[in-house]
């Protein structure tokens, strides 16, 4: 798939995992969407699974942007204190769009907090029973590179598209297959 067919499906607000090799230009296009989004006044949330990657993209981490934090899972009582916290509360309920960049990184249950917590805050908005709250999600990243990180005493760390979200949210792949890094047949490796 070409830059410009991700690009017209992230613009019709499908759910959108975007991927592929090294150098096939999965950030430019997500920065693209990112200019598109801003040109047409529509709320992001810019986030990353590490803060290097967020930097990168303008955003924060999908931990602070959420208010997860480390949490591997939150409780109702917890779900509500959450509620509390405006500064979350308010992002997350204006946002039209979520972008996550290196997603490979992300564990797989807590994507599924990510659609916990967001069904929460968004359920005034009667989106409750869609995935993460009926927000438009486009993820970014290579499962070929960095697995989540295990700490001991953590549950079993499986890649994001093990996850529950992950399923229900019918995402669309989107595999870049053009090579933008590498102009030369022998520096490109297949």
């Known amino acids: 798939m070409t830059q410009k067919d991700a690009l017209d499906i992230m613009k019709m607000g499908n759910n959108v995992f975007i991927t592929g090799p090294a150098g096939s230009g999965k950030t430019f296009v997500v920065n693209e969407y990112i200019r598109y989004l801003k040109d047409h006044d529509v709320s992001i949330g810019i986030t990353a699974s590490t803060g290097i990657a967020a930097t990168h993209m303008g955003g924060v981490t999908i931990h602070s942007w959420s208010g997860m934090g480390v949490k591997d899972d939150m409780n109702e009582y917890e779900l509500e204190e959450l509620l509390e916290k405006k500064y979350v509360t308010k992002k ?12 490979s990184m992300l564990h797989h249950y807590r994507l599924d907090l ?8 968004r359920r005034k908005d009667m989106s409750e029973d869609k995935p993460f709250g009926g927000v438009q999600i486009v993820l970014c990243g290579d499962f070929f590179q960095l697995p989540p990180v295990r700490r001991a005493g953590e549950p079993e760390a499986y890649f994001a598209y093990r996850s529950k979200a992950w399923k229900e949210a019918n995402f669309v792949i989107c595999y870049l297959e053009e090579q933008h890094r590498q102009k030369d047949d022998v520096s490109i490796v297949v």
């Open 114 to 121: 990510l659609d916990k917590i967001m069904r929460k805050i």
């Open 92 to 103: 997350v309920q204006s946002a039209h769009v979520l972008i996550i960049d290196e997603i």
